[in-house]
């Protein structure tokens, strides 16, 4: 009989273990699951920033700027157009010289 219960004793005391890690698993995946999800919440936060963003970036106007500032680009004018005909291409004086548009 003791032998039973020497046996029966080294089961339980092997299934507390095993109780013990699994619990302690369980939960070190809980808090990584805790940590994906706020991860996941920051992320989403930063997409409709930046969505909102490049809604504001795309309108006419930031385009203009952004154009002027940084691509030093100006409005055309007769002043500054040049001309081609087809076949040939010779710059053309500006209208305001005499030259043919």
């Known amino acids: 009989m003791s032998r039973l219960n020497i046996a029966l004793a080294l089961a339980?005391?092997?299934s507390a273990f095993w109780l013990?890690?699994?619990s302690n698993e369980a939960r070190s995946l809980f808090v990584q699951l805790e940590r994906a999800?706020?991860?996941e919440q920051e992320l989403e936060v930063q997409h409709?920033?930046?969505k909102v963003e490049r809604r504001t970036a795309a309108t006419p106007l930031v385009v203009e700027d952004m154009v002027r500032?940084?691509?030093k680009m100006s409005t055309t004018n007769p002043a500054v157009t040049h001309?081609?005909?087809d076949g040939v291409a010779p710059v053309a004086k500006p209208a305001a010289e005499g030259g043919t548009p």
Do not use: F, K, Q
């Open 12 to 14: 339980v005391l092997a």
């Open 48 to 50: 409709d920033r930046l």
């Open 37 to 39: 999800r706020t991860e």
């Open 20 to 22: 013990i890690r699994t």
């Open 83 to 85: 001309y081609v005909i």
């Open 69 to 71: 500032t940084r691509l």
